[in-house]
C-alpha cells in the first residue's frame, strides 16, 4: 500500500513538472504564425479579399450560411466565401476563405470544403 502511494505520488509530481515546463511565460506568445502552412494561393486569395478584389470565380463573395456550424454564429449575410484556386484542379476544388464582416475583419481557411477550418489574421 505504501509503494502504491508513493508511486501515485512521483507519477502527480512528474505530470505537475511537465505542466510547468510546457507552460510559457506570462506576455509571451510563441504560436505560430497564423499564416504558417497555408499554401501561396491562399495568400493570393486573402490578399484579393482585403483589397476588394477583381475576384476570378463567379461565385467569390457570395454569403457562406455556416450550415455546418462550426463558425460563430453571425447574423445571415455575415459570412462571404472565396475560392482558393487549387493547381491541377478543373473546378473550384475544395479549398476557400470565408471572411466575416463588411469590410472583412475575420478570416478562416478551410482546405476540405467546411469539414474544418483554421482562423488566420489579415495581411498587413
Keep these: 500500500m505504501l509503494r502504491t502511494l508513493a508511486f501515485r505520488l512521483v507519477m502527480v509530481l512528474a505530470v505537475l513538472a511537465g505542466l510547468v515546463a510546457c507552460t510559457p511565460p506570462a506576455g509571451s506568445d510563441n504560436r505560430q504564425p497564423s499564416h504558417a502552412g497555408l499554401p501561396p494561393e491562399a495568400i493570393e ?33 455575415y459570412y462571404r466565401e472565396y475560392t482558393v484556386r ?29 469539414s474544418s477550418f483554421r482562423q488566420i489574421e489579415p495581411l498587413p
Design 86 to 114: 487549387t493547381p491541377g484542379s478543373r473546378d473550384r476544388g475544395a479549398r476557400r476563405i470565408v471572411a466575416g464582416g463588411d469590410p472583412p475583419e475575420v478570416f478562416y481557411y478551410t482546405a476540405d470544403h467546411y
Design 45 to 77: 486569395t486573402l490578399a484579393l479579399i482585403q483589397r476588394g478584389g477583381p475576384f476570378p470565380y463567379r461565385k467569390d463573395g457570395t454569403t457562406f450560411h455556416n450550415r455546418e456550424r462550426l463558425l460563430p454564429a453571425k447574423p445571415r449575410g
